[in-house]
């Protein structure tokens, strides 16, 4: 029997609009959730009417921040918390409800360093019908600057799998995130930088992978990408991709994919050439262009080529069938020559 775990997160607070980061309200009303969690407003918000913590914050001050955990059930439930700091992830999206392998490396100040659950509220038990408010405290780093954005994330506990149907057993677990934005001013300008370009897969699919780092305190937000990949020297474009309305993290980065879709990979010197583009309303219109050399090794082509799942068939060479006619014939030869030998004996 073949397990499958299906995470379904209702994420409250992550949807970032072209003026910086706008929350929308998780559905409380699906019966499967049967617990909900609410913002409770702090009070000196940028916008007391979000539904996350949206607050102005100073160097070294101290912010406490409630949430309200609401039991829907006729039996006791247990919720457990606990906060991220968000990432982009590799769909361009921000994430909020884990924490990244690795963090970029001008991450200074991470919401999940510096918050603390108050004792005792990490894991609470909500009475059947009932609620219960938890608190956390936020201590800003005295180096705090820009925008600092994390997750307030909630899991209740013993989340059991569903019947299992058809050789599959699902599992349905919900969860919520509150986002909490800490800003103390917003930056003056934006700023973008291309890492690394590498071959590699994504989703099993053969790909150009471009590093995309966002070195500023700042959501960057509207983001378009254009790429092109040449060989070098070369202005014949072999593989290309765009995409619209990407987001990044503050001090993030992820890895923009060039997919060569169903053609293989092939060993070589090329060229990449990107354009990013961001109308994001908190500054003007920006744009970064780049272009990088790489190289695909014969290595890095044949395990690629090999792990990917979506390859043609390799295409057979014409020496094969020569040397197939070449076998033939020898063959054929051979047999003349006995049935001839034989002939003369006779």
Request: glycine share 6%.
């Amino acid at each position: 029997m073949k397990k499958i775990t299906t995470l379904l997160l209702l994420i409250s607070g992550i949807f970032i609009g072209s003026s910086g980061l706008n929350a929308q309200a998780a559905d409380h009303s699906n019966a499967n959730i049967q617990y909900s969690v609410n913002k409770i407003s702090p009070g000196n918000e940028v916008d007391a009417n979000s539904s996350f913590y949206d607050l102005k914050v100073k160097p070294g001050q101290t912010r406490q921040i409630q949430a309200r955990i609401r039991n829907a059930t006729a039996k006791q439930i247990t919720v457990k918390s606990k906060f991220f700091t968000t990432f982009t992830n590799n769909s361009g999206q921000v994430a909020y409800t884990q924490a990244a392998k690795k963090d970029d490396t001008s991450l200074q100040n991470k919401i999940s360093d510096f918050t603390e659950i108050k004792k005792g509220d990490e894991q609470v038990t909500i009475p059947a019908k009932g609620s219960r408010v938890v608190t956390a405290t936020i201590k800003v780093p005295q180096s705090a600057t820009g925008v600092m954005l994390g997750s307030w994330y909630f899991e209740k506990n013993n989340q059991n799998a569903g019947k299992p149907a058809n050789g599959i057993n699902i599992n349905h677990k919900y969860g919520y995130a509150l986002a909490v934005k800490l800003t103390t001013k917003e930056i003056s300008h934006p700023k973008l930088t291309l890492g690394t370009v590498t071959p590699g897969l994504k989703n099993y699919r053969k790909a150009v992978l471009a590093t995309i780092h966002n070195p500023r305190p700042a959501v960057m937000s509207q983001l378009s990408v254009k790429t092109e990949v040449t060989q070098k020297g070369a202005t014949t474009v072999l593989f290309k991709n765009t995409s619209q309305n990407l987001i990044m993290a503050p001090n993030s980065h992820f890895q923009y994919p060039t997919f060569l879709d169903k053609q293989p990979m092939k060993a070589g010197d090329y060229t990449l050439n990107m354009t990013v583009t961001t109308k994001d309303a908190k500054w003007p219109d920006q744009t970064w262009q780049w272009s990088k050399n790489f190289t695909i090794t014969n290595e890095q082509a044949r395990q690629n080529n090999r792990q990917a799942k979506n390859d043609p068939d390799v295409p057979i060479s014409i020496w094969w069938y020569v040397a197939g006619v070449v076998l033939i014939a020898a063959i054929s030869a051979g047999i003349v020559y006995l049935l001839m030998n034989r002939k003369r004996r006779q």
